[in-house]
């Protein structure tokens, strides 16, 4: 019997990061030939990640420009693809998520009559311009693909709603997989900056914030809450500031100069889960970072109007924060200022999985190709 060719397309580096450890699941399974496509929409921090987790693509499309647009991310990504799929000659193509990159690769497995496996599939906020462009990216793969592999029961049941019933498995984040291999007690960062942070006398922020739809005011007013509550309270703020010249811009115009907030480069994917269990609180308007941080005990205040992860938020261990000043001043405050307040959301259960995504999903493939038992669902809580 000939091995299945399972291709796994990303481009991003959060796809990189929670694809990367199915990657290597796919390689290990008898039967399976692993075939990994970057597109690399993001070329400097998906090679990080790549070089993290000792993967090795097969095809690299390398269609980052400066400034890129999203029509250009996507036209690229389908023109690239044709080719890729043309000559590697996949069974089945894995797409992750939501981003650009995700819904050019699903659409070009469905030009090319290739089935298609969409990973973290039914996320949902139901309004497609936030967050942008990634809510309808994520529907139309949903459109497309012949199997969906949901993190969460929650994801499943959007799907159900959708008229999706066949072919869908919750089998918790494979996020979890990828911390599981990359948290360590005696890591030792590259920079001696964060080697040197006071960890357990001062209060350490993490803070991230990147989106397009905060662009603008949303941001401007995100970058004010940060700069106050860093001048108002005992604590050492470390945001890696994305590389958009937007948010490069924002993030100096607001924090440059103040003593106790380091703007430091994006960090790879080990050092940002290892900051990340040092850390006390989490600020982010990042989609995998709410997922990751419940899964280290750590609290997070969410910069966005909305989540597509209402699980951690019903679990406890995520707030709401918006993107207003005094709403993200008041509730850092809180949370910096009231041990109980900070306990609750701490000791909260973690809804996103136990580390064993990536064997489900392998095994929901084997079996849609007649090679193996239908997988349980993963289950929070048990």
């Known amino acids: ?202 209060k350490i922020l993490l803070v991230t914030c990147h989106r397009r739809e905060n662009y603008g005011q949303p941001m401007e007013d995100i970058m004010s809450a940060l700069a106050e509550i860093a001048r108002t309270h005992e604590v050492e703020m470390v945001y890696p500031v994305h590389l958009s010249p937007v948010v490069q811009e924002c993030a100096k115009k607001h924090l440059g100069g103040i003593p106790n907030v380091h703007l430091i480069p994006p960090l790879a994917a080990d050092e940002m889960h290892n900051l990340m269990a040092r850390s006390d609180l989490v600020l982010t308007d990042s989609g995998g970072l709410q997922e990751e941080a419940p899964s280290l005990g750590k609290p997070v205040l969410v910069l966005r109007r909305e989540t597509e992860r209402p699980e951690a938020v019903t679990a406890g261990t995520v707030k709401l924060a918006g993107v207003k000043y005094e709403d993200i001043v008041s509730m850092a405050h809180e949370l910096l200022t009231s041990p109980p307040a900070y306990a609750a959301m701490a000791h909260a259960a973690n809804p996103y999985g136990d580390g064993k995504a990536c064997g489900r999903i392998v095994d929901a493939i084997l079996w849609h190709f007649g090679r193996g038992a239908k997988p349980e669902d993963f289950r929070a809580g048990t």
């Open 1 to 202: 019997m000939e091995k299945l060719r399972i291709m796994s397309v990303f481009g991003t580096r959060p796809e990189a990061i929670k694809m990367a450890p199915l990657v290597k699941e796919l390689a290990g399974r008898e039967g399976i030939e692993s075939i990994c496509c970057v597109t690399a929409q993001h070329r400097e921090m998906l090679d990080s990640v790549l070089q993290v987790f000792d993967l090795h693509p097969q095809w690299d499309l390398d269609i980052m420009t400066p400034r890129q647009t999203l029509s250009t991310i996507t036209s690229k990504c389908l023109t690239g693809m044709d080719e890729a799929i043309e000559a590697l000659k996949p069974d089945m193509i894995l797409v992750h998520g939501d981003t650009s990159t995700t819904f050019a690769g699903a659409l070009s497995a469905f030009y090319h009559k290739v089935p298609v496996g969409h990973v973290e599939a039914g996320l949902r906020t139901y309004d497609k311009y936030s967050p942008y462009p990634e809510e309808m990216n994520r529907k139309l793969v949903t459109a497309i693909a012949d199997l969906y592999f949901c993190p969460t029961e929650n994801n499943r049941e959007n799907l159900r709603r959708e008229g999706i019933t066949e072919g869908v498995f919750v089998t918790g984040n494979t996020v979890i997989d990828a911390l599981k291999t990359t948290v360590r007690p005696d890591y030792r960062f590259a920079a001696d900056e964060l080697n040197r942070l006071p960890y357990g006398e001062k």
